[in-house]
């Protein structure tokens, strides 16, 4: 990592004015020490070597919360996939051959590596995606998880076999891993996405090509940097930043042979039909427009801070955010000042800084959107009951800021509740009864997640049975599935049949063999 070079830079950029904070660099004491009169430009990690991409445009990689520029991402080009994937392709004839009893020592190790570098990963996501350090933490635990489960794979991996099918035949099942593989991730997990994928496909044999969001590639960068220290042979694990001729390469290079994508709807259907039409198989995760309901016997003040917490945590920006916040049968008289007033007491800041419970959205043209979205509202006839449009937030006056937004009576079919605002934006919709609820969350177009609050049995039941989203919690206002469950998106949300994280992984990266033998009994009476 360099330690020398960290020496040198902080020397040479203590006392400009044009100071940067350099991506390499994220360690506690030093990433906010250490800094630069011009930002790094990030390398790709190709068959065992940080290279330069082909790049001939660059994207800014923006501090949220400040506008500074970290580091420049390159936008890779078709030559930088080749070259992953042709390494990735010819280290794939040893590694599949690597016993999984010895695969997953690497990832023992890297559960070891990260978390020995667990503070300055969960810096370093707060730094680039701007969510605060606890959230930060909180995704760099569930990446964690995810490769504690991999280490599973002996067992996960394990065949079918059926003795007798017929007189003296056999015949049995193995899985056998599907070659090169490419994961393709959104900017609002940094730390935490590629891992539903990455350790999976390891264990289970195959080699891998990681491509990070260009918006919030360090952290990436920075695990790539553990991976190379625990000793994977070149070709097995390689990454490559860029956007979205980067993604096409991917879904074109036939060598590659499935594809994982998380990220926006229209992206997820584009890579699913392309990467589908040129044989590969793939899986894609769309966006999000969850509904949350709240019954009348809810626990107040369980259900508010929860409800808070889901709409309002990562500044919204998660996938399993709650948007629509269904009131049902006069709930609203206890839950709309509730919310109101959990909603303005929230503390918005630097995610860095202590006691800060919600970061900056991701960029100012984020933001843009987002203000834009909720104008779209008031238009339609929303009221606005807690406006966080365009705050100030001191210290922080260049930052990607959004205060926490409420807006009231919004209608069902209206832009702002069919529509995926991906920031701290809370629309308040009131409706009769469970069974319009359940309506409502059934004629969305995604079906990510739904929740329901309540503490009567009989409607959770109902709920959870009738809801179409993948994803339901009940008293629950993040229902992420643990490692061990599948990342259960529906309808606009998913694209495909097996998600990430656990068993559906590891069916995603295998590819079933089946074997039917026969051995004759006479053949036998010769020993
Ligand atoms: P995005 O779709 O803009 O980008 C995702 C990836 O696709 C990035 O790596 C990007 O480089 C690439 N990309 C962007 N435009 C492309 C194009 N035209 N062609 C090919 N590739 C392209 O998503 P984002 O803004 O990074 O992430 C936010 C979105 O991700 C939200 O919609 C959110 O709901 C979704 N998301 C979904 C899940 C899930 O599990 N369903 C999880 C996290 C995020």
């Known amino acids: 990592m360099g330690s020398a070079l ?29 800094i630069m009169a011009t930002p790094e430009r990030l390398k790709n990690y190709i068959n065992g070597t940080w290279c330069d991409a082909t790049a001939e445009s660059w994207v800014d990689v923006q501090d949220p919360a400040t506008a500074e520029i970290l580091a420049l991402a390159p936008l890779s080009q078709a030559v930088d996939v080749a070259n992953a994937a042709q390494a990735a392709a010819a280290a794939f004839t ?8 010895q695969r997953i020592q690497y990832l023992f190790r890297l559960k070891a590596g990260l978390e020995a570098h667990f503070e300055e990963l969960a810096r370093s996501i707060t730094m680039e995606n701007g969510k605060v350090l606890e959230e930060a933490r909180g995704e ?3 990446a964690i998880e995810n490769v504690e489960v991999a280490c599973g794979i002996p067992v996960m991996m394990l065949g079918e076999f059926a003795e007798d099918i017929a007189s003296g035949i056999d015949e ?6 599907v070659g090169v593989v490419a994961s393709i991730c959104p900017f609002n997990f940094p730390g935490m996405i590629p891992f539903w994928f990455i350790p999976y496909a390891l264990a289970c044999g195959n080699t891998v090509i990681v491509k990070p969001s260009e918006r919030t590639p360090l952290t990436m960068s920075r695990i790539f940097h553990l991976l190379e220290e625990l000793g994977f042979p070149p070709g097995v694990v390689n990454m490559v930043i860029g956007g979205a001729d980067t993604v096409n390469a991917i879904l074109d290079h036939p060598e590659i042979r499935g594809v994982t994508f998380v990220g926006s709807t229209a992206v997820a259907r584009h890579v699913y039909s392309r990467a ?51 009131l049902v049968g006069g709930a609203e008289h206890t839950f709309r000042p509730a919310l109101a007033e959990a909603a303005e007491r929230r503390v918005v800041g630097s995610g860095l800084d202590p006691g800060v419970e919600m970061g900056p959205v991701i960029t100012l043209q984020s933001k843009s959107r987002i203000q834009g979205l909720v104008q779209t509202a008031l238009d339609e006839g929303a009221r606005i009951l807690v406006d966080g449009r365009d705050p100030l937030i001191t210290g922080h006056e260049s930052g990607f800021f959004i205060r926490p937004t409420i807006l009231d009576s919004v209608l069902p079919n209206s832009t702002i509740a069919c529509t995926e605002v991906f920031g701290p934006v809370m629309s308040l919709i009131e409706l009769e009864s469970v069974d319009n609820a359940i309506d409502l969350v059934n004629s969305g177009l995604y079906g990510n997640m739904a929740c329901i609050f309540t503490s009567s049995g ?29 990342f259960s998106g529906w309808k606009e949300s998913f694209f495909g049949t097996l998600h990430g994280q656990g068993k559906h992984a590891v069916e995603f990266f295998t590819q079933t063999k089946v074997v039917v033998e026969r051995w004759p009994k006479e053949w036998s009476r010769q020993f």
């Open 6 to 34: 960290e020496g040198e830079a902080a020397e040479e950029g203590a006392g400009s004015d044009e100071a940067r904070l350099t991506p390499t660099h994220l360690d506690k004491t030093r990433a906010e020490e250490v």
């Open 94 to 101: 040893n590694w599949r051959q690597v016993p999984a009893t």
């Open 140 to 142: 760099l635990r569930r």
């Open 172 to 177: 049995y099942m193995i899985r056998q891993p």
């Open 276 to 326: 589908a039409a040129n044989g590969k198989r793939v899986q894609a995760q769309g966006g999000a427009k969850n509904p949350v309901i709240i019954l009348p016997d809810a626990d107040p003040d369980m259900s508010t801070r929860i409800v808070i917490d889901s709409v309002f945590g990562n500044a919204g920006q998660r996938c399993l955010a709650a948007a629509n916040v269904v």
């Open 458 to 486: 009989a409607a959770a039941r109902k709920f959870r049975y009738g809801a179409q989203a993948g994803n339901i919690g009940i008293n629950i206002g993040v229902a992420a599935p643990m490692a061990f469950f599948p």
